[in-house]
């Protein structure tokens, strides 16, 4: 397993970090099978391991919190906070009530006494990002969180926050988390050298763009009964227009992962983590055999002239599909922030 820096915290990653989404009935409800992926990947050396607190509404928490029991020193640990966590409509934000209650109920299933990396998981409009930096200040200076970050914030909220940082002594974000893949190229035209620029460490999630780049779904293929594709049909776009052109990229990039010699799945991997500023690649199986499948891609070496032939199937700054975005502004949902 190869490590890299993360941002300027100083904190040493491994290149591939577990993402856990799939601990529960969002994946795979077994925790036992859950501790089995985890151990595959501590095994192997990976020592980055991300969650979130609406990940099954605390289930995915739960199972990790038991599973780290005995090894919790031996990983670097994140989560987020945003999402809706019930019907009250407190129980979600960035506001400083709601980051004090979830980050206690986080550290209470986790089964840990601090958070490493404590992520906003998506902007909150409603609230003024100094209420979200002042709170996870004092997070940190508590030391229930030893770093704080974001995840699917564009460019210029990335710097909204540090110069507000800045400007009132807060504690910075250290790292953003977006959706990078072959097929979800946005972020290249801003969020990436905007993270770079600020030292900010990037965690990529979706490398394999919900299973596109696994290889799994081949033009003339059916879904498997088990895909994500029929899991979760209302977020996976298949049988649209933007899958054809996935389909078509999935058959070339299939041939140009036989003459690499590897999988697509590390060919996807490795591509995103060919770029300068990214630190690691989130990977999340659902099964022990999908984690060992992950294996190596770390490994893996691109050289010019495959990324370039990447660059032809989809253009860089491309996203092949725009919700694989992640995150779309209010401006562009709330017809009132557009018209007079």
Same mark, same amino acid.
């Given at each position: 397993?190869?490590?890299?820096?993360?941002?300027?915290?100083?904190?040493?990653?491994?290149?591939?970090?577990?993402?856990?989404?799939?601990?529960?009935?969002?994946?795979?409800?077994?925790?036992?099978?859950?501790?089995?992926?985890?151990?595959?990947?501590?095994?192997?050396?990976?020592?980055?391991?991300?969650?979130?607190?609406?990940?099954?509404?605390?289930?995915?928490?739960?199972?990790?919190?038991?599973?780290?029991?005995?090894?919790?020193?031996?990983?670097?640990?994140?989560?987020?906070?945003?999402?809706?966590?019930?019907?009250?409509?407190?129980?979600?934000?960035?506001?400083?009530?709601?980051?004090?209650?979830?980050?206690?109920?986080?550290?209470?299933?986790?089964?840990?006494?601090?958070?490493?990396?404590?992520?906003?998981?998506?902007?909150?409009?409603?609230?003024?990002?100094?209420?979200?930096?002042?709170?996870?200040?004092?997070?940190?200076?508590?030391?229930?969180?030893?770093?704080?970050?974001? %995840?699917?914030?564009? @460019? !210029?909220?990335?710097?909204? $926050? /540090?110069? +507000?940082? #800045? =400007?009132?002594?807060?504690?910075?974000?250290?790292?953003?988390?977006?959706?990078?893949?072959?097929?979800?190229?946005?972020?290249?035209?801003?969020?990436?050298?905007?993270?770079?620029?600020?030292?900010?460490?990037?965690?990529?999630?979706?490398?394999?763009?919900?299973?596109?780049?696994?290889?799994?779904?081949?033009?003339?293929?059916?879904?498997?009964?088990?895909?994500?594709?029929?899991?979760?049909?209302?977020?996976?776009?298949?049988?649209?227009?933007?899958?054809?052109?996935?389909?078509?990229?999935?058959?070339?990039?299939?041939?140009?992962?036989?003459?690499?010699?590897?999988?697509?799945?590390?060919?996807?991997?490795?591509?995103?983590?060919?770029?300068?500023?990214?630190?690691?690649?989130?990977?999340?199986?659902?099964?022990?055999?999908?984690?060992? %499948?992950?294996?190596? @891609? !770390?490994?893996?070496?691109? $050289? /010019?002239? +495959?990324? #370039? =032939?990447?660059?032809?199937?989809?253009?860089?700054?491309?996203?092949?599909?725009?919700?694989?975005?992640?995150?779309?502004?209010?401006?562009?949902?709330?017809?009132?922030?557009?018209?007079?």
């Amino acid at each position: 397993m190869e490590y890299r820096t993360l941002g300027r915290t100083g904190l040493q990653v491994s290149t591939l970090c577990l993402g856990t989404m799939m601990f529960g009935k969002w994946g795979n409800p077994d925790p036992a099978e859950c501790r089995r992926i985890l151990d595959v990947a501590l095994d192997a050396g990976i020592n980055f391991v991300d969650t979130a607190d609406v990940y099954d509404f605390g289930v995915s928490e739960e199972i990790l919190g038991q599973a780290l029991k005995g090894r919790r020193d031996d990983v670097v640990l994140a989560t987020k906070f945003h999402n809706p966590m019930g019907d009250d409509p407190n129980r979600r934000g960035n506001s400083r009530r709601w980051i004090f209650q979830a980050v206690e109920e986080s550290l209470r299933r986790l089964q840990t006494d601090w958070i490493d990396l404590y992520q906003v998981h998506r902007p909150d409009p409603s609230t003024d990002v100094d209420e979200t930096l002042g709170a996870l200040s004092d997070l940190v200076h508590a030391g229930k969180v030893r770093a704080i970050g974001t %995840s699917t914030f564009p @460019a !210029e909220l990335l710097v909204d $926050a /540090a110069w +507000v940082a #800045d =400007r009132r002594g807060r504690e910075r974000f250290a790292t953003e988390q977006p959706p990078y893949s072959i097929f979800a190229r946005g972020i290249e035209r801003d969020v990436l050298p905007t993270a770079e620029r600020l030292g900010i460490g990037v965690l990529v999630w979706a490398p394999l763009n919900g299973g596109w780049l696994s290889g799994k779904y081949r033009r003339g293929a059916e879904a498997s009964a088990d895909s994500r594709a029929l899991r979760q049909a209302d977020h996976f776009d298949w049988q649209t227009p933007e899958a054809e052109r996935k389909l078509d990229a999935v058959e070339a990039l299939v041939k140009l992962a036989e003459e690499v010699g590897c999988s697509l799945t590390h060919l996807a991997v490795a591509f995103t983590l060919a770029h300068r500023a990214v630190t690691s690649a989130i990977v999340g199986p659902r099964t022990p055999e999908q984690m060992v %499948s992950m294996l190596g @891609a !770390e490994s893996v070496r691109l $050289a /010019a002239d +495959v990324l #370039d =032939r990447i660059d032809e199937l989809v253009p860089p700054g491309a996203n092949l599909n725009e919700e694989n975005a992640g995150y779309v502004p209010p401006a562009l949902l709330d017809p009132a922030l557009r018209r007079r």
